[in-house]
């Protein structure tokens, strides 16, 4: 199974939207060891810095970016977000009641 990993590189004040694919097993979700060959193979030496929101940072001092923060991993799978403000909005509108006309 292909995984897209969308992801941030920032160099200083710019930042980069890239793109990244990593191969799975079907049903598997990508760990960091998949991340980081991921990101070597495309020559970024890193490490995880923060793994709640995947934020990775160069091992060597010398490097010319400051981090790797990525922003979303599309699996293929359909996947239901529900809009809370949204559904606050559409709720504030109906009636509360139902009756008929």
């Not at 991993?73 to 008929?100: A, F, I, M, Q, W």
């Amino acid at each position: 199974m292909e995984c897209i990993v969308y992801f941030d590189v920032m160099h200083g004040d710019v930042v980069k939207e890239l793109r990244g694919l990593i191969f799975l097993d079907e049903g598997k979700a990508p760990t960091e060891k998949d991340y980081l060959l991921m990101f070597e193979d495309m020559g970024y030496k890193l490490r995880l810095e923060d793994p709640n929101d995947l934020v990775f940072k160069p091992t060597e001092p010398s490097a010319d970016l400051r981090q790797i923060r990525i922003r979303r991993v599309d699996t293929g799978e359909k996947n239901y977000k529900e809009d809370k403000e949204l559904r606050s909005v559409v709720s504030g509108l109906l009636p509360n009641e139902s009756r008929p006309i």
